[in-house]
């Protein structure tokens, strides 16, 4: 008998496509005083992988660059029959490539805000990258819930 957990994971399609569809993903690193720092980041997937831009100098660029491990949750739904998450355990590989950084800032600004911007960067775009890293989330260990899987027993 498969256990409650088995039941309400998601498949590696139904990952993929809530990766895809996700919104605001928690980010946690280790913080100075060895507790989380959490942070909400908008994200695109890239090769599969989860790529965030933010200041080079955040606090959780320090934390990263101290210790690479992170952990990120995305969820949705409200009432517990609703409730789907997904959670990644891994490395962050901080990617400090100034065109590169502008593209996933050109991809995340496409997705949020519907802006049909070109991926090649202009030197204002470049500017603006500069002052930025790309965050590459690199898996070790998944697990997930849907619940809604469980129809309606609990």
């Keep these: ?3 409650r957990r088995q039941e309400i994971a998601l498949t590696p399609e139904e990952q993929q496509e809530f990766l895809e569809q996700g919104w605001t993903l928690q980010v946690a ?6 507790f989380p720092h959490l ?11 989860i790529h965030f831009t933010t200041y080079a100098k ?3 660029v320090l934390n990263l660059r101290r210790n690479p491990k992170l952990a990120v949750m995305l969820e949705s739904g409200k009432l517990y029959h609703e409730l789907k998450g997904l959670v ?13 950084t502008a593209e996933v800032m050109a991809r995340v600004a ?7 911007i070109p991926l090649e960067a202009s030197e204002d775009r470049l500017r603006a990258a500069s002052k930025r890293v790309t965050i590459r989330v690199e898996p070790v260990d998944v697990y997930s819930w849907d619940h809604s899987k ?3 027993r609990y």
């Excluded at 942070?39 to 992988?49: E, F, H, P, Q, R």
């Design 88 to 100: 990644i355990e891994g490395t962050a590989t901080i990617i400090e490539d100034t065109a590169f």
């Design 58 to 60: 955040s606090q959780k």
């Design 110 to 116: 496409n997705k949020y805000q519907g802006l049909p």
């Design 39 to 49: 942070v909400a980041m908008w994200y695109v997937l890239i090769d599969g992988k």
């Design 1 to 3: 008998m498969p256990s």
């Design 150 to 152: 469980l129809g309606g």
């Design 29 to 34: 690193s280790i913080g100075p005083k060895g």
